[in-house]
C-alpha cells in the first residue's frame, strides 16, 4: 500500500491537529473542537498546527497524481480535498465539497510580453473557474468542513462580495447551517450581490464600509456564538493553501520564480506562506518562490506599513505600537478605502501579521498599482482569452511594476493569481471598453481613469447593410 493510501484509509485524530497561536511569546493550543478566530490569551491569529511526524505524508508531491485515475470518489474530484494530507485536521466523512478547485494554469505571451517577460514566462493561474466564481471557495470548502465537525447551525462573514457568494454557494448547497451575510451600503457589485441574494443567505446590508461590516459581524458571532467564515478563520487558510498545490502541480511539481497576488485582506498571501514554509518542512520542495503582494493605491494599508515604516515579522514579534498608531490615525481622519478593485478595498487587513510571515519565509515585496494601472492591466488579460474582475489584475499590473523596477528578471517564472471571473464585476469592463472618444465613464473618472488605452467599445453603425459590410471592411 502508498503512503497516500495508508492515509486515506485511517480517520484524522483529534490530537494530531490543533489551532495554534503564531505569536511566539504565547503558542498557545487550543482543539480543532474549539470555534476561534483570535488565541483567548493574546488576541492574536491562530494557524491549524499539525503533528506531522504522525499523519502520513507522502514522500513526493508527484504521489497526488495518482488521485487522477479515482476522481469518481468527490474528494479526489475537489482541487482542495485531493490534497487532504496536506490539510488532514477533518475525517473525511466530514467533508464538504461541491467541486471547487477545477482551476488551470494557463501561459499567455500576451500578457508576458505586456509585462516585459520572455514569451510563456507569466503564468496566470484562474481561480474564476471556482463554482462560486472565485478563490473563495478554496476556503470555504474547509470552513464549511470545520462548521459541519463543531455542528454549527448558522455561519456568517462580512464581505465585499466573493465571500458572501462563497458562503452562501455551501450553504445552500450542503443544507448543513443557515448563511449570514454582512456588506457595506454601495460597496458591493451586484455580479456578486445577487449571488448571495439567490443562493439564500440572509443579507444585512450595513451603513459603513467593509471594514465596519466585519467589526459588526465579529462581535454578533462572538455574542451569539455563530460561525464566523471570513479568513481570520484559520480553516480557511488551510483550504487556501491548495492553490499554491495546484501550481506546483501544473509545473510539474517545480515552484516558479515568483507568486504575485493582490493584497485584500490579506488571506492568499498568508495561506501562500503556511503551504511554503510546510512542503519546505517536509522535505516536498527545495525551495520556496518569492512573493509579490499588490495593493490597490487606494487601499494601501501594506504598502504603507511594510515600505513606508518598515513593519516587519521579525520572528512573530511586530512592531504593534507602529500598526496600532497607523489605523488610530486612520480612524481619526476617517480614511476609507477606495477603489474600483473592490474585492481588495480593505483599509485593516485582518491578515495582517499573517502575510507579514509570510513575505518574511518567501524574500517577499510589496508595491501598490493605481486603479488605471489595474483596469489597462485588466483590459490586456482579457484581449488574450481570461475574463477577470479587477482585482485580479493587480496581480499583472504589479508584475510589470516589478519588470520595471529591475526586480523581476526577463527571464523569471511568474505565477499571476486571477482571483475572480469577470462576471463578478461586469460593470467596470463595460465602462472601460465604452470610454472612447476621449470620454470617460464618470464613474472611472472619480477614481482617476483618465485613459483607457485598450479600451474595445462597440462600434454604432447604421441599420443598413452597405454601412455594416463598410464597418467590417475595415477591421
Known amino acids: 500500500m502508498s503512503t497516500l493510501e495508508a492515509a486515506t484509509s485511517t480517520t484524522t485524530r483529534q490530537d494530531t491537529a490543533w489551532q495554534v497561536c503564531i505569536q511566539p511569546d504565547c503558542r498557545s493550543t487550543y482543539g480543532i473542537d474549539e470555534i476561534l478566530v483570535a488565541c483567548p490569551k493574546c488576541g492574536n491569529l491562530l494557524d491549524i498546527g499539525y503533528d506531522w ?18 476522481r469518481r470518489n468527490p474528494l479526489d474530484f475537489s482541487g482542495v480535498w485531493r490534497f487532504r494530507n496536506l490539510l488532514p485536521f477533518a475525517p473525511e466523512a466530514s467533508i464538504v465539497t461541491i467541486g471547487e478547485g477545477q482551476t488551470i494554469l494557463r501561459e499567455s505571451n500576451l500578457i508576458s510580453r505586456y509585462v516585459g517577460l520572455n514569451d510563456s514566462n507569466v503564468l496566470l493561474q484562474y481561480e ?39 458562503l452562501a454557494i455551501y450553504s445552500s448547497a450542503a443544507q448543513l447551517f443557515n448563511a449570514l451575510v454582512f456588506v457595506g451600503t454601495g460597496k458591493i457589485a451586484f455580479g456578486k450581490l445577487s449571488q448571495a441574494l439567490d443562493y439564500g443567505a440572509h443579507t444585512l446590508q450595513i451603513a459603513g464600509d467593509f471594514d465596519d461590516a466585519l467589526k459588526q459581524v465579529r462581535e454578533v458571532c462572538q455574542r451569539e456564538k455563530i460561525y464566523l467564515c471570513n479568513s481570520v478563520n484559520p480553516f480557511r487558510l488551510e483550504g487556501q493553501k491548495t492553490i499554491m498545490f495546484r501550481v506546483l502541480e501544473a509545473l510539474n511539481w517545480q515552484p516558479p520564480d515568483w507568486i504575485v497576488v493582490p493584497g485584500g485582506n490579506l488571506g492568499n498571501s498568508s495561506a501562500f506562506g503556511k503551504a511554503f514554509l510546510e512542503l519546505k518542512d517536509l522535505g516536498l520542495i527545495d525551495r520556496v518562490p518569492r512573493l509579490a503582494v499588490i495593493n490597490a493605491a487606494g487601499a494601501n494599508t501594506l504598502h504603507q506599513l511594510y515600505n513606508e515604516r518598515s513593519v516587519r515579522w521579525n520572528d512573530g514579534r511586530t512592531d504593534d505600537a507602529t500598526i496600532d498608531g497607523f489605523f488610530a490615525q486612520m480612524d481619526a481622519e476617517n480614511r476609507r478605502a477606495s477603489t474600483l478593485a473592490t474585492a481588495i478595498e480593505i483599509n485593516r487587513p485582518v491578515n495582517l501579521k499573517k502575510c507579514l510571515r509570510a ?25 488574450g482569452g481570461f475574463g477577470c474582475e479587477p482585482a485580479s489584475a493587480a496581480s499583472v499590473a504589479g508584475a510589470k511594476l516589478l519588470r520595471e523596477e529591475g526586480i523581476i528578471a526577463p527571464s523569471d517564472q511568474v505565477v499571476c493569481i486571477l482571483t475572480g471571473h469577470q462576471l463578478k464585476d461586469p460593470n467596470a469592463t463595460v465602462a472601460y471598453h465604452s470610454s472612447t472618444n476621449g470620454e470617460i465613464d464618470s464613474k472611472l473618472a472619480a477614481h482617476g481613469i483618465d485613459s483607457v488605452t485598450f479600451a474595445n467599445g462597440p462600434v454604432v453603425v447604421e441599420n443598413e447593410l452597405d454601412r455594416i459590410l463598410d464597418v467590417i471592411r475595415s477591421l
Open 128 to 166: 474564476g473557474l471556482n463554482p462560486s466564481g472565485s478563490f473563495k471557495d478554496n476556503g470555504m470548502t474547509a470552513a464549511s468542513t470545520h462548521a459541519r465537525m463543531v455542528g454549527a447551525k448558522f455561519a456568517a462573514c462580512a464581505s465585499t462580495g466573493n465571500t458572501s457568494a462563497s
Open 53 to 70: 511526524d504522525r499523519l502520513e505524508v507522502p514522500s513526493s508531491l508527484s504521489e497526488f497524481e495518482a488521485r487522477w485515475s479515482t
Open 359 to 383: 513575505l518574511d519565509a518567501c524574500h517577499g515585496v510589496v508595491r501598490q498599482v493605481s486603479d488605471q494601472e489595474i483596469l489597462d492591466a485588466k483590459a490586456q488579460i482579457g484581449a
